[in-house]
């Protein structure tokens, strides 16, 4: 499948969302590393699983100093890369199912929650960590529930979709492995994590406000 029907095909299932911006560049890569993947056939399913163990060594090497740091961020890219990829693989196969996306969600939420305790790693207090990732799944919880009550689609794409949300934990590792004792990164990373989501979830209400009122 080629760049341009995989778009088509994402946009179909997103209610006609028309990607752009960083989630346009986002899923150009996506398609790019997911085709060598369904020409070895391999599980939609499989890959979102080995996302979430990916991502699970984000903390572990974000506490071993810059060396760890740098390759947590990588680590993180690469988890990220994996999310998407599990929904490429499963479009580009025809093998979209309710239970892939179920499943996909739920693996989505706890990685978010992983690739947070990094920025607690690096320093940021706990409560702003739960705070940023509170929002996220705040996001994703009214998309979900408006989608429910019978908007169409995912609304709108907003400024704090997921690949923005792993952009900032990778520019924050990188700052801390660079710079280590200039800033307090964690709670820089965290605060912009927390900052981000709130534009974005106030972005998708006001989107899903006036879609729920056309439906009604």
Do not use: F, N
């Not at 995989?6 to 790019?32: C, D, E, F, I």
């Not at 009214?142 to 609304?155: E, I, K, P």
């Amino acid at each position: 499948m080629d760049r341009a029907t995989y778009l088509q095909r994402w946009s179909a299932l997103h209610g006609g969302a028309a990607p752009r911006g960083v989630v346009a560049g986002w899923l150009t890569l996506v398609h790019v590393v997911a085709t060598p993947l369904v020409r070895l056939r391999v599980p939609p399913d499989v890959v979102t699983l080995l996302g979430l163990l990916v991502a699970a060594l984000v903390p572990l090497l974000a506490a071993r100093g810059s060396a760890g740091q740098v390759a947590a961020a990588l680590v993180v890219a690469v988890s990220g890369l994996a999310d998407s990829l599990d929904g490429a693989v499963a479009v580009m196969t025809d093998r979209v199912t309710r239970w892939g996306a179920l499943l996909d969600a739920l693996v989505d939420r706890v990685a978010d929650a992983v690739l947070a305790s990094a920025l607690w790693v690096l320093g940021a207090p706990g409560w702003l960590c739960v705070a940023g990732v509170g929002v996220g799944w705040l996001h994703e919880y009214v998309r979900a529930r408006a989608g429910g009550l019978g908007m169409v689609g995912v609304g709108t794409i907003t400024i704090s979709e997921r690949p923005t949300r792993i952009i900032v934990v990778v520019m924050t590792l990188l700052a801390a492995a660079a710079r280590p004792d200039a800033e307090p990164w964690g709670t820089i990373g965290a605060a912009l994590l927390l900052g981000v989501g709130l534009v974005g979830l106030l972005q998708l209400l006001l989107v899903v406000r006036r879609d729920l009122r056309r439906a009604a």
